[in-house]
């Protein structure tokens, strides 16, 4: 008899044939997915998820019996009051005991719950996006961590030795154990020619002398100059990436205008800007700010499902967002970005008071300034909209300041594109 | 306790803890039992040690080691996974090849009781079925299989390389599809090349000795004229031959005779082929296997037990583990999913021993054949070697076991609203429901019997297959479309499918598919 231990065989074994189920099950999945999305919060993207799909596309056939018609018999076990003759009364609908067969191949396999990993998830959140496989990859890998200093060890490679530490400790135990300095014996020897010049008949201070310099030269070769114990070499340890921090602002008009649909397309945007930036910072705040003609700070939930009616004004919401900045998150502590999403419409008096709001004093705070303008295909407005048409004076002079309009969630992307090619030269 | 001690008391072991030395001293007495006491015949075994992720994907690949790849196993997989995670099931303690050396599989994470009683289920009991049972004889080949397996994963790995995924899934599921149609139940007694030239020099011999000069001078004109009419149902009957039909196994037909398919496609269709076949006597065995398997351990622990080489510790795990195996729930237990081919076939090994050894008067009337011979392994040997479920509970199933399963026979007509009681463990119904349950085990009336009936190979090429209608029960509908979808795809031209019913010969339902462009 052979034992075998495959405990170690390599793992994922079946991870070519996972890939082909997703790959199959692609349709189902995006929607799954999306589905998702809608309940996910805006920094929750970033994880593995439980997906429900409909395993349409997902059976296999095979030639089976029906479970409804015919003449059948069985042989059943735990009998306990039936006699032959007896007639039992069949529950409604079929089912019972009989026939359950049938209607757990054709029912029950419909509903299909089972996980998809964290990159799994991402990678269909971002195939939606059309993302460019390099930026991809850049969020999907996890913090790369940093060599940071971490004070020292007793032990290391030779090129991380610190020679500023080890000598001071070598100093500190020469002068503890009284290591005589060279200078001493070069006196006592310049003391004895002397003293053999003066007389060299007087070989009792002639003898002092030479014992002493051979009692000094024994010190100085018993405690040593440098000593294994003095050794201290640079520690380097792996943190993550210094604490930096962000907050993101999240405007969003949620006027009636603004459907279900458009706010989802929102949503897509804002998790995407979100995961961008904890690639890049430790700590990412999310401030959400909608605003009719009146602008609040609100929870996700709320910011995502409640509609207000009413009419736009939105340098009320910009007149939040410096509130909140002054309150919570200065500016020099914090890097700001914020990130507007709008179907275009404003009081038309209102928009020269948020240009001169966003000119003077929040594009200087910000990092970036991203506006985008939702619509679907349907009502696609044929003239440009007021927002968009007063901000457009706003892109050529300010680099901070971007602004697209989207119309699915593959347009969202290009947004991006100019903001982190930018910060990305900036830092290599 | 110290080693010392422990070897004092012959004990295996101790605790639940396990090492690859305890595994081998405890599978050597496990072996000693089985094979030289018991007289067991049974394949060298390999013993696996193997993760719950790796059970998982061995689940998901039919059990199968090195399985080709095909999304329907990532499926499976990640079902199982979702299942398993929740903690809605368990997953088995062991999985057993069907080969030579037979390959089980163990779980890391179990107990040395549990390592214990799973190899002397799987790789004594099951082991000795496979090698010994007729079916396994007969349709698998247990020296061949893992071979071909890795053949067959090359193969598949090498068509995707070439043709692109997506036409192998293709082929393959619609393969899939027709696994249980893939099977052929009624193999023909086939002559080999040589005896087919055998016979026609036979024949040769045969019109060299008999030729008469005579039957040159008769005109040509004057020989019999085949009439234009008959010509046809004569060429029907012709290709008919040609084709070998009818013909229950349609991946066999569609591998041979599909006018359009790669030959890759056909070599594809032949590894599922293979496998199903590989797989049919598993079908037909469930009963008998794990009954024999079962009973086996059951056997093989007490007499370890009787021993002293595992104390009561383990003893109390390992019944536990028995009992919840083989507990029977009535049908109108909240856990009753079908008759547990475990209790029965525990139960009835269970029963043939006792009958053997202790036998009422009732046995020796039933079983005069056995009962009372006091020899209840070579019995249970010969009953294990010949038979399958069906023929076995026909010819083994006692009016005990059935007054202790309390069985009883019912008839469900879909027209009535009434379910009626035929009969029951009693006198009167014994050999009724005995027989009822023969059936309801008989693989062959279990599945529907579909035939390729014509592929009219000269005309439209449309192929007409036939389902043979009992007892009124029809193809569900829309598997049966979705399926026919897979046969047109594979055929090439449009299919036919007729529901006709086995005694009258009418016809019931049609269904038509198209092959997609």
Redesign the interface.
């Known amino acids: ?7 170690l ?1 390599p ?1 994922a ?2 991870l ?10 692609k349709a189902e999945i995006k929607e799954a997915v999306r589905d998702s999305l809608k309940r996910r919060k805006v920094s929750d993207v970033d994880g593995g998820e ?1 997906i429900r799909i409909r ?1 349409k596309s ?23 009051e ?9 529950p409604e609908k079929g089912g019972g ?2 026939g359950q067969k ?1 209607s757990d ?2 029912g029950g396999e419909d509903d ?4 998809l990993t964290r990159d799994e998830f991402l990678d269909i959140f971002f195939e939606d996006l059309a993302l460019p496989n390099l930026v991809k990859a850049k969020l999907k890998s996890l913090k790369s961590p940093e060599a940071v200093r971490a004070g020292f060890t007793t032990d290391g490679p030779p090129a991380k030795l610190n020679q500023v530490r080890t000598l001071r400790n070598s100093l500190a135990r020469r002068i503890a154990l009284r290591r005589p300095p060279l200078r001493e014996i070069e006196q006592l020897q310049a003391d004895l020619a002397e003293a053999e010049a003066a007389d060299p008949r007087d070989e009792e201070a002639i003898e002092a002398l030479i014992g002493r310099i051979r009692h000094l030269e024994y010190l100085r070769k018993v405690v040593g100059y440098i000593d294994p114990i003095d050794l201290r070499y640079n520690r380097t340890e792996y943190r993550p990436k210094p604490k930096t921090q962000a907050v993101m602002f999240c405007l969003m008009d949620v006027s009636a205008s603004m459907t279900e649909d458009l706010k989802d397309l929102a949503k897509r945007f804002y998790m995407l800007l979100h995961l961008f930036l904890s690639r890049h910072y430790n700590e990412v705040d999310i401030v959400f700010i909608r605003h009719t003609t009146q602008a609040q700070e609100v929870d996700e939930e709320t910011f995502f499902r409640a509609t207000e009616t009413g009419g736009t004004i939105i340098s009320s919401a910009l007149d939040e967002m410096l509130r909140v900045v002054n309150d919570r998150y200065p500016a020099e502590d914090w890097n700001i970005y914020a990130a507007q999403a709008s179907d275009g419409h404003n009081f038309d008096d209102d928009m020269r008071r948020c240009m001169a709001m966003l000119t003077e004093q929040i594009l200087p705070l910000c990092q970036y300034y991203a506006y985008i303008e939702v619509y679907s295909d349907e009502h696609m407005s044929p003239f440009e909209s007021v927002v968009w048409g007063g901000y457009e004076t706003l892109a050529p002079t300010n680099p901070n300041f971007a602004m697209r309009k989207v119309a699915g969630p593959d347009e969202i992307y290009p947004v991006f594109r100019e903001l982190f090619s930018t910060s990305e030269g900036e830092r290599s | 306790m110290t080693s010392a001690a422990r070897k004092k008391s012959k004990l295996l072991y101790d605790g639940p803890e396990w090492d690859f030395d305890l595994i081998q001293t405890t599978y050597d007495a496990i072996y000693e039992i089985g094979v030289n006491q018991m007289g067991l015949e049974i394949y060298p075994n390999q013993i696996e040690v193997i993760r719950s992720e790796q059970m998982l994907d061995a689940y998901a690949s039919i059990g199968m080691p090195n399985m080709y790849r095909h999304w329907s196993f990532g499926k499976h997989f990640a079902r199982e996974e979702v299942l398993y995670r929740k903690g809605a099931r368990a997953l088995a303690y062991e999985l057993v090849i069907n080969s030579d050396p037979c390959i089980n599989y163990i779980m890391e994470e179990n107990s040395m009781t549990m390592q214990t009683l799973v190899m002397a289920h799987a790789a004594i009991g099951h082991n000795h079925f496979f090698k010994n049972n007729y079916l396994f004889k007969q349709w698998t080949d247990a020296t061949s299989i893992l071979d071909y397996l890795t053949f067959a994963k090359e193969y598949v790995a090498e068509c995707e390389e070439h043709y692109g995924v997506e036409a192998v899934e293709a082929v393959l599921d619609s393969a899939h599809a027709l696994m249980n149609q893939g099977i052929s139940r009624h193999p023909s007694p086939r002559r080999t090349d040589a005896q087919n030239r055998e016979k026609a020099r036979l024949r040769h011999e045969y019109e060299e000795q008999t030729y008469n000069e005579i039957w040159r001078t008769i005109p040509r004109s004057q020989l019999p004229r085949v009439s234009h009419q008959d010509q046809i149902p004569a060429e029907m009957a012709k290709e008919a031959a040609n084709l070998s039909l009818p013909q229950e196994n349609l991946l066999y037909f569609l591998e041979k005779h599909a006018p359009k398919l790669d030959e890759w496609k056909r070599e594809l269709l032949r590894i599922v082929r293979m496998l199903a076949q590989y797989f049919y006597p598993q079908r037909q065995t469930k009963v008998m296997n794990e009954g024999c398997a079962t009973f086996v351990h059951y056997e093989i622990l007490n007499t370890m037990y009787d021993q002293g080489l595992i104390n009561e510790g383990a003893m109390l795990e390992f019944m536990h583990s028995h009992s919840s195996v083989v507990f029977q729930p009535g049908f109108d237990h909240r856990g009753f999913s079908g008759i547990n081919p475990y209790a029965l076939g525990f139960a009835m090994m269970r029963d043939i021993q006792r009958m053997c050894l202790d036998p009422t008067e009732e046995d020796r009337e039933w079983f005069p054949g056995f009962a009372g011979n006091g020899e209840p392994i070579e019995t249970l040997k010969e009953a294990w070697a010949n038979f399958r479920d069906d023929s076995f509970i026909m010819q083994y199933l006692s009016p005990k076991l059935m007054r202790d399963f309390h069985l009883f026979h019912i008839h469900d007509n879909s027209e009535s609203a009434f379910v009626e009681v035929k009969s029951i463990h009693d006198e009167r119904g014994f050999r009724e429901v005995r027989r009822r349950l023969a059936d309801q085990y008989d693989t062959s009336s279990r599945d529907p019997d579909i035939q390729v009936v014509s592929a009219d190979l000269s005309g439209g090429r449309r192929l007409t297959l036939h389902h043979r209608v009992r007892n009124g029960i029809l193809l569900e509908k829309e598997q049966c479309d979705r399926t026919l979808l897979h046969v047109a795809h594979l055929w090439g031209y449009r299919v036919k499918l007729m529901e006709m019913d086995a005694d009258t010969g009418e016809l019931l339902k049609e269904h038509e598919a198209l092959p997609m462009p």
Do not use: C, W
């Open positions: 008899m052979h034992i075998v231990d495959r405990r065989n793992k074994k079946s070519g044939n996972r890939q082909r189920f997703l790959r199959r099950a439980n395993t997902l059976r296999e056939p095979t030639f089976g019996l029906s479970g409804d018609k015919g003449k059948r018999d069985g042989v059943l076990p735990g009998n306990k039936y006699a032959p003759g007896d007639v039992i009364r069949k005991s009989r049938g191949q054709g299909f719950i089972f996980n």
